[in-house]
């Protein structure tokens, strides 16, 4: 079990060490000739993203998640290659094509791989702890790629996507040495019948429907606006300085991730996943309501809560999910979310043309609120039940 721990860990740090995070939307942005087409950079990530997610959700329950990791790095690679090369739009899109490949190989497999992992030693029901220690991994690799990634592309944009190569390598070796669990031994197989009996588990959850729905909200709507707002920085920043941001909203979401088995054991998921919209957006709103030198910083404050509002939510999601379909359920989740991604990108960067990266981030806040409502509609029909 710790060989795959370390091994899941090392795949994590590797995939979020991507150099050019903190100026991506800059450079994208100047190559394409707008805020519309540079956030359609990452459109396409989501939509070929979306278009994978059911193929590779199954091919990880009938083959194993072993296989899937080590395509999935390869597709990560290529990807990280084309950026390298990339001088033009049309090899920005091939680039996402292959990254959103890379992502619907990870989506469901690789948090199914932990799971079943942990199964195979009657450990399941520590979960959300070991999500929380391997989660910290990202963050931690994206607080160095914040920092050194923004120095560097102070003085050569190119250098930063050329060394985001090196932890592509890193990501296929450690998939090499993982070890497939037991838990996946019996599989079937007829891929139609299985998508089928994954649906109707959907169809017949109505907690799942609503967990999914509120995971897609607050992925596009959160994500898309974290990736904008170095943007909205750069009206206040200087490039060298974007990535200090960055960094500490980074290491904060690490300690984030890392502590929040224990605060999950202590106060519930559903109560932090209510906590987290509420103060996050609070916090955030009065930064853009009010900008000023201190905006970045006081935005990277919410990143205290965003680890164990992350591992809440898909601790609450595990919970609904069966063994036989986990993979292709958390797929068929993160289906849904990489369409909504990609609309809410495109939206938010057709609305930064108009209205500039300020409004256009108070948006994409006012709309992070509506989670709300699904909390409660979870938390009233838990309580009737009691």
């Not at 199954?58 to 390298?84: C, M, P, Q, W």
């Amino acid at each position: 079990m710790e060989r795959n721990i370390k091994l899941i860990t090392i795949l994590n740090f590797c995939t979020d060490l991507a150099f050019y995070a903190p100026i991506a939307i800059i450079y994208f942005s100047q190559v394409a000739g707008s805020y519309t087409l540079g956030m359609g950079v990452f459109s396409i990530v989501m939509i070929s993203s979306a278009i994978f997610e059911i193929p590779t959700g199954i091919f990880s329950d009938l083959i194993g998640r072993k296989n899937t990791v080590i395509l999935g790095s390869i597709a990560y690679f290529g990807a990280a290659v084309a950026l390298a090369l990339a001088q033009s739009f049309p090899v920005l899109a091939i680039a996402a094509v292959l990254e959103g490949l890379g992502r619907s190989f990870f989506s469901g497999n690789n948090d199914a791989l932990l799971y079943d992992t942990l199964k195979q030693y009657h450990q399941e029901n520590k979960y959300h702890e070991f999500s929380g220690k391997t989660g910290s991994a990202f963050q931690i690799a994206l607080a160095v790629s914040a920092i050194i990634g923004g120095v560097i592309a102070n003085w050569s944009f190119r250098l930063v996507f050329w060394i985001s190569v090196i932890p592509r390598i890193g990501m296929i070796l450690a998939g090499l040495f993982l070890k497939e669990p037991r838990v996946h031994s019996e599989k079937s197989g007829n891929a139609y019948d299985h998508l089928a009996h994954a649906l109707s588990v959907f169809k017949n959850k109505s907690k799942l429907q609503l967990l999914i729905t509120a995971s897609a909200i607050k992925f596009s709507f959160g994500e898309a606006g974290y990736l904008f707002r170095s943007a909205f920085f750069y009206t206040l920043w200087p490039v060298w300085a974007i990535g200090i941001a960055s960094t500490l909203s980074n290491i904060g979401a690490a300690a984030s991730y890392y502590l929040s088995g224990r605060l999950i054991n202590r106060f519930k998921s559903l109560n932090i996943l209510i906590y987290e919209t509420v103060s996050n957006r609070l916090i955030t709103g009065f930064a853009l309501f009010f900008p000023t030198v201190a905006s970045p910083l006081l935005m990277s404050l919410p990143s205290l809560n965003f680890g164990v509002g992350q591992v809440a939510l898909n601790s609450l999601l595990q919970q609904e999910f069966t063994d036989a379909q986990r993979a292709t359920l958390m797929s068929l989740g993160s289906l849904i979310k990489s369409i909504t991604f990609a609309g809410v990108a495109l939206l938010l960067g057709a609305l930064a043309d108009r209205f500039g990266p300020r409004n256009t981030l108070l948006f994409s806040q006012a709309m992070l609120l509506t989670p709300l409502i699904i909390y409660w509609l979870i938390f009233k029909h838990e309580h009737s039940r009691n």
